[in-house]
């Protein structure tokens, strides 16, 4: 298998306008590039590629993807092998795959087999429990609950419901007349084994963890049933509204959306995919026309599940009930979103109401045009934030400290310098102010302390440039090897002089890390409280003035390797600034069909990823 950050590296790293134009006559309008369908035949284009978002997407056939999904496609490739091409095209280095021992061979094969075997009994599963709802007396209780909630034969069918009476004896004689293996059902978490063993009562003396229940299938994105979602129906009763199966050899809760199975064409024609709270949502969406709808089965939103949303559709708009449940789980799922490259649309429902509510007493039409004036996830969080915090000093502050975490995750330059201007603009602190405490994803900076009495003249004024470089942002990564210096100044002879200029982007700290140097090269010990005296009230010297009050977060014994490990990381920021340059010059050369320039940059490229290959993992 190849390691999924090998994948993501090769995703980044590829240019996909210029592999789609390879085969397809792309125009450029505005932020986007437009062509013809490779995909089926058309006269008018409604093919685009997306380069923010490293996607193509067609209107027409639904088609949609990234890069990899591409040139599998056009070119016929299996994942591997776009993969791999796509990599070498790029200079990132895919680790072949490793050689099975003969025992490794059989222990997948069994595993692949015990699969294939639990998804058939699943299936089976239910068929069953669908043969319960609609064909039996037993079902009869649920099957009115569906039609309380307005919820078609037809809804249910195509969700394949089903109900769980409970019943143990029909149970097991339908275990029996499908060749069902009772561990099997344990496996599945469908049977529990009695604590005291298996007897000779009905089903061995085990318990169905399902019983009075309507069934939801939990289908995954290739149709195949996974898991089991069962929702009490019997109002008043003490027990959990919704039980889910366990983990099992062919189940995460955390891996799956609830109706990716009937969303995954559907999201890519209606060109955007609904998040919503519960299965239930999900089914009455779908009944009245939203086909591509999920949700995340009342759980919070896993990276995974992003991940999936992702693939069914890189515009998603969360629609969640008007309760306070909603709204946590709305608020919830935003750093979520874009930890997956994902500015997600929100919109809540009035106090009371659910979609399947909201639908019936509005209509379709009502639903339509809500959505159409679904607001960014963002801009809802900014407004929350701010209806939450007091308009004094400290409420501000408090304020921008809760925006930093989603602020910092904005991919985009354009987009996270519209957001400092509205965030700004809110939260009335200046632009500065708002800069430093993003930089280091912490509160805004205190005053620095009163300059100490040396007795020595005053050093250099500094002139505009170096004002203005310092109070430019500091980069974490910098930040980290920076304090670490300021705590054990010996920590700095460690590294050369040269190491700093080469990866350090902050002029300031160059200069300030130069002058520390200039002593140590004397035979002087680094005077440090000296150095930062002399840097005035700028912003870093207030910035570096707290960072030396900090209490040491190593000890002597463990420092080395912390610095070695941050150290590390400034070297693999400095690698991948270094890999983007190159890729952007490879599209050039590409372009312009300068072949030995393409070749000598592959070259410099696979150079750049042995070295990042070679660095510790980032911690």
């Not at 201007?421 to 994803?441: H, M, N």
Request: glycine letters at 8%; a neutral charge; aromatic letters at 8%.
């Amino acid at each position: 298998m190849i390691p999924d950050e090998i994948i993501r590296d090769v995703i980044d790293a590829v240019d996909i306008v210029d592999l789609v134009g390879r085969a397809v006559d792309l125009r450029k309008a505005g932020t986007i590039y437009k062509g013809l369908c490779p995909f089926h035949g058309e006269k008018t284009p409604s093919f685009i590629v997306t380069p923010e978002r490293r996607s193509y997407h067609c209107f027409g056939c639904g088609m949609h993807g990234n890069a990899i999904d591409f040139l599998m496609e056009h070119e016929r490739l299996s994942f591997p092998e776009a993969v791999r091409a796509l990599a070498h095209m790029v200079g990132v280095e895919v680790p072949e795959p490793r050689p099975e021992t003969p025992q490794q061979r059989q222990a997948r094969a069994e595993k692949k087999d015990e699969a294939r075997r639990l998804l058939d009994a699943q299936a089976a599963l239910t068929d069953y429990y669908a043969q319960q709802l609609f064909g039996v007396e037993e079902g009869l209780a649920a099957r009115r609950y569906l039609i309380e909630r307005g919820v078609s034969e037809e809804a249910a069918r195509a969700f394949r419901l089903g109900w769980a009476g409970g019943d143990k004896a029909a149970f097991e004689a339908w275990m029996r007349r499908a060749a069902i293996d009772r561990e099997d059902l344990v496996k599945l978490g469908v049977l529990l084994k009695p604590d005291e063993g298996w007897g000779g009562a009905v089903l061995g003396g085990g318990y169905l963890r399902f019983r009075s229940r309507l069934m939801f299938p939990v289908i995954d994105i290739n149709g195949e049933v996974v898991g089991f979602s069962g929702r009490l129906i019997e109002a008043g009763k003490k027990a959990a509204k919704y039980i889910n199966s366990p983990e099992t050899p062919i189940f995460t809760k955390g891996e799956h959306l609830y109706g990716a199975h009937t969303a995954r064409g559907a999201a890519r024609r209606a060109g955007r995919l609904i998040f919503c709270e519960g299965n239930l949502d999900v089914v009455a969406l779908w009944q009245a026309g939203f086909e591509g709808s999920v949700a995340a089965m009342g759980t919070a939103l896993t990276q995974k599940q992003a991940r999936l949303c992702k693939r069914l559709s890189e515009d998603v708009l969360c629609l969640m009930d008007g309760d306070s449940a909603g709204r946590k789980a709305l608020f919830e799922s935003l750093l979520t979103f874009l930890d997956e490259g994902i500015h997600p649309r929100g919109l809540l429902l009035p106090e009371g109401e659910d979609p399947d509510s909201y639908i019936k007493r509005g209509g379709v039409t009502a639903l339509q045009q809500a959505l159409r004036g679904a607001t960014p996830l963002f801009d809802l969080f900014i407004d929350k934030v701010v209806e939450e915090t007091p308009p004094d000093p400290m409420g501000r502050a408090e304020a921008a400290r809760r925006l930093i975490p989603p602020f910092s995750r904005l991919d985009d330059p354009l987009t996270q310098a519209l957001y400092r201007e509205q965030i700004c603009a809110r939260l009335q602190i200046s632009p500065q102010a708002f800069d430093l405490a993003a930089s280091r994803g912490a509160p805004l900076s205190p005053a620095p302390p009163p300059r100490p009495s040396t007795g020595d003249p005053a050093p250099p004024s500094w002139d505009e440039g170096d004002r203005n470089q310092s109070a430019a942002p500091i980069s974490v990564a910098e930040g980290k090897v920076v304090e670490f210096v300021l705590q054990f100044p010996h920590m700095l002879t460690r590294v050369g002089r040269d190491f700093w200029r080469e990866n350090l982007t902050h002029e300031g700290l160059i200069r300030f890390l130069a002058g520390l140097y200039s002593e140590i090269e004397r035979g002087q010990p680094p005077n440090i409280d000296r150095r930062l005296t002399d840097l005035g009230g700028s912003a870093l010297a207030s910035q570096l003035w707290e960072w030396r009050a900090r209490l040491p977060s190593q000890d002597e014994e463990t420092i080395q390797d912390a610095f070695d490990q941050a150290i590390g990381n400034l070297q693999r920021r400095r690698f991948e600034r270094t890999r983007e340059d190159l890729l952007r010059a490879l599209s050039v050369a590409f372009a312009a069909r300068a072949h030995d320039r393409c070749h000598a940059l592959q070259a410099e490229l696979q150079d750049i990823q042995k070295r990042l290959t070679a660095l510790k993992p980032s911690k």
